[in-house]
């Protein structure tokens, strides 16, 4: 599979007509990655949110997260928040379709893995981000040698943990964030940004 860096949408070419599970219905269009494929941070979250799945573009008009991204120097501040522009991040879902009725089921997430792990493989992050509990529950089971529940959302928010070749830095989902979260998580990865994070796999081992 060969990324096309000439367009940040669905850079690897995944199928944008999928059907292999049950939210092929309701959905409007599915939602690929986004973003730099050479990027060192790849960011997970659940699954397309309405304005997403109408951009076509994951975490679209999202604003608290755009904001950490901006603040990042990860996203250009007078981007287009429909189509951001993303310098060394990635943003990705654990489902590329939305049900407006319901989230996904296990069965779902599971049918849809193989394309969030071909994007993995294929830009071999130095750290990946999950954001909210469930995408942290899901990247913990697949990503790491440790048991989903021995990770918290809340309590491991801006933290480190080694994971299989490299870091796993939790976000709470943007959504239930405060602004004391949000400036939590901007130190945080700010710090992280700043360290040798391409020798250092992780500050805390689970």
Request: net charge negative; proline share 6%.
């Amino acid at each position: 599979m060969d990324a096309n860096q000439d367009d940040l949408a669905n850079p690897f070419g995944m199928d944008e007509e999928c059907e292999n599970c049950d939210l092929c219905g309701p959905r409007e269009r599915v939602v690929h990655g986004y973003g730099d494929v050479g990027a060192d941070f790849v960011f997970v979250g659940e699954r397309p949110s309405a304005e997403a799945e109408r951009a076509g573009v994951p975490f679209a008009r999202d604003e608290t997260f755009l904001s950490i991204l901006r603040r990042l120097m990860l996203c250009r501040a007078d981007s287009d928040p429909d189509e951001p522009e993303l310098a060394n991040a990635f943003v990705t879902y654990l489902t590329r379709c939305r049900d407006p009725e319901r989230p996904a089921t296990d069965e779902e997430i599971a049918t849809c893995e193989p394309y969030l792990n071909a994007e993995i493989r294929m830009i071999n992050p130095e750290v990946i981000v999950p954001v909210g509990e469930r995408a942290l529950a899901e990247v913990a089971t697949e990503y790491t040698t440790t048991a989903a529940e021995k990770f918290d959302v809340y309590d491991d928010h801006g933290e480190r943990f080694r994971g299989r070749g490299f870091e796993l830095v939790p976000m709470i989902a943007p959504d239930e964030q405060d602004e004391d979260e949000t400036q939590t998580f901007v130190e945080a990865f700010a710090e992280l940004m700043a360290s040798d994070y391409r020798q250092t796999k992780g500050r805390r081992s689970r």
